[in-house]
């Protein structure tokens, strides 16, 4: 029943950030903002994570290749596979949610405690469309920080590989480019715009309905943690069985 009643207060939230909207000028500076502190601020940790990732999955394909018979481009397609179809969509959106989310989450809670919120609605502002509609729409650009991870993630795998001495650079180009399949890149760019919207979205539901002082804001920033995190793995498994399943 709780359930029922925190997804029910969500969908309700969702129809308040879409109501009455704030000044065009002031949701444009805003969401500038938003943009440096989620994504610009993001960047650095994404392409760490991104580029070692990437290593690791090259290293580990090329020393599980014990069979002399398969062929060492074998390394470059798995590496495109896994960074493309998951480990850049869904890994980073992951750790995303500890970053980002934690952020949202501190921020508004902060807000609520210190009764900023209630400040804002007192001026006849709908806070909601204030606070996170600009977050929804910083979170849009997501997909270009992902698609820097993409290219990082196979730039580490190529870097690892090569440099490495597991397979020349011929082979692994060859294994980038065997038996490409251009949708993949739209799964998960489509992937990324859901995560994107969770990403901005339950962190700030569970930053805007939290009570309490100090400490319940980083209890509710470590359950918006939780709950982002689980919704991403659903919705990647669902949009899995959706779009690549048939």
Do not use: C
Not at 4 to 17: E, P
Not at 19 to 39: A, N, P, Q, W, Y
Not at 97 to 120: N, P
Not at 134 to 139: G, R, S
């Amino acid at each position: 029943m709780f359930y029922l009643d925190a997804i029910g207060r969500y969908f309700l939230m969702l129809k308040g950030v879409f109501g009455r909207m704030t000044k065009g000028s002031v949701l444009r500076s805003l969401t500038l903002k938003e943009i440096d502190d989620l994504i610009i601020g993001s960047l650095g940790i994404v392409a760490f994570i991104s580029f070692f990732i990437g290593a690791v999955v090259a290293i580990q394909t090329a020393l599980n290749l014990t069979n002399p018979i398969i062929p060492r481009q074998l390394i470059g397609f798995a590496s495109r596979q896994s960074v493309i179809l998951e480990f850049a969509p869904t890994f980073i959106s992951v750790i995303m949610a500890g970053k980002v989310g934690s952020f949202i989450t501190s921020s508004i809670g902060t807000m609520r405690v210190t009764e900023q919120i209630d400040a804002l609605e007192v001026m006849g502002i709908n806070s909601l469309n204030y606070l996170v509609f600009p977050k929804i729409i910083a979170m849009m650009t997501y997909p270009f920080l992902i698609a820097i991870s993409m290219f990082l993630g196979i730039l580490g795998g190529y870097i690892a590989g090569v440099y490495g001495g597991f397979l020349s650079s011929d082979e692994f180009i060859t294994g980038l480019q065997d038996e490409f399949i251009p949708f993949h890149l739209v799964y998960a760019f489509l992937k990324t715009l859901l995560f994107a919207f969770l990403l901005a979205t339950i962190p700030s539901f569970h930053g805007y309905y939290m009570k309490g002082g100090a400490l319940e804001v980083g209890k509710a920033s470590t359950t918006s943690f939780v709950w982002t995190s689980v919704a991403i793995i659903i919705g990647n498994y669902i949009l899995t069985q959706l779009l690549l399943s048939s």
